[in-house]
């Protein structure tokens, strides 16, 4: 088995090919095109078996990934951290492009259960909604609080309620408002309430623009108490494909919500909180535990039941998106086995695909 290593660019791709022990066979440098990407392929026909290994950084090896899985190949995704360490422990000083493709391929080679690229699917096309979505809201944001600004230097008595200037009403009253007031900070102002608008409009189109997608691909999901169309987009998408994991705990090594175990002479056994992860998976998590812990739910019970064994509020939470994760992992599974079976009986379904 040949294991090629890439290091990615936005002009060209250089690729490093290692046998199964790592000795090197070969190196080349072709353009980040289609037509050097065809190249690529052609060179690679060389050794019977192939893998490549492409370091995740998904801007610049979309294209690339996408034709070498249409090619056929089988490809995998090596973190950066991985490459990193492969490429201090080399016996080659320095930092070159094919230094750092060899990094990656000598990873791939130490660390055999890597994830796998697959074809892009809905979840990748829910994932780009979610993180466009997540851009506008805080573009939205800066221009409240620079439209709050302008208002209290106009006219400190303008009272906007919290969360009102997400409101049509409220931003039309404002408009109306600020007509009577002449002046620099006034034109800014209500050029400010006609973007909040369009922001607004925005946000809300992709939000109805998600809603089928995410019913039609994750019904399991979407009936987990507290789970909404955005908690469950950001789920999908961030996940992308829960059989990828080989089980629950890995999966929850991957939400964040596993703590770390913690072993020094007496302290065997116990564990600290765990700050890594996947946080935007971890944030829609802890907004279906907030939601359940308000009585939607089994959460409340749950909850109760850890206040009278003495946990505190926030332990308390963060055991039960613990629990959350798990739950979320099993229907995650149920929906994808849900969604084979209909594509073998004929049905149309898709696939879902890393994102």
Request: hydrophobic content about 40%; charged content about 25%.
């Amino acid at each position: 088995m040949v294991m090629i290593g890439t290091d990615s660019h936005k002009r060209t791709h250089t690729v490093v090919a290692l046998d199964d022990v790592g000795r090197r066979l070969g190196e080349k440098t072709l353009a980040a095109t289609s037509d050097g990407h065809l190249t690529l392929v052609q060179w690679a026909a060389q050794w019977p078996e192939v893998t490549f290994a492409l370091e995740d950084c998904r801007h610049l090896t979309r294209r690339l990934e996408r034709d070498l899985l249409t090619a056929g190949y089988r490809v995998v995704r090596v973190p950066t951290r991985l490459m990193a360490g492969a490429r201090r422990g080399g016996r080659e000083p320095g930092k070159s492009d094919p230094i750092d493709a060899e990094a990656v391929a000598l990873a791939a080679l130490r660390h055999p259960d890597l994830p796998i690229a697959e074809l892009d699917g809905p979840t990748r096309e829910i994932k780009l909604i979610v993180d466009y979505r997540r851009d506008l809201v805080a573009e939205r944001t800066r221009v409240h609080n620079r439209l709050r600004w302008h208002l209290h230097e106009l006219d400190p008595s303008l009272h906007v309620p919290s969360r009102g200037l997400r409101r049509y009403c409220v931003l039309d009253d404002l408009a109306a408002a600020l007509q009577g007031f002449d002046g620099v900070v006034a034109r800014l102002a209500r050029e400010l309430v006609d973007r909040a608008r369009q922001l607004t409009i925005q946000i809300n189109s992709l939000e109805a623009e998600l809603r089928p997608i995410v019913r039609r691909t994750a019904p399991s999901l979407l009936a987990i108490p507290g789970c909404g169309i955005l908690s469950a987009a950001m789920i999908l998408g961030e996940t992308a494909g829960a059989h990828r994991f080989r089980n629950k705990d890995a999966y929850a090594r991957f939400t964040g919500t596993a703590p770390i175990p913690v072993w020094s002479g007496s302290t065997k056994g116990k564990v600290r909180l765990n700050r890594g992860g996947n946080r935007s998976l971890n944030t829609a998590l802890h907004m279906i535990a907030v939601t359940q812990s308000r009585g939607y739910g089994p959460g409340k019970a749950y909850l109760d039941r850890l206040a009278a064994a003495g946990k505190g509020r926030t332990e308390a939470v963060r055991l039960l998106r613990r629990r959350l994760s798990d739950v979320a992992f099993t229907a995650l599974r149920a929906d994808e086995r849900a969604r084979s079976q209909n594509a073998e009986q004929g049905a149309p379904a898709t696939l879902p695909a890393a994102a």
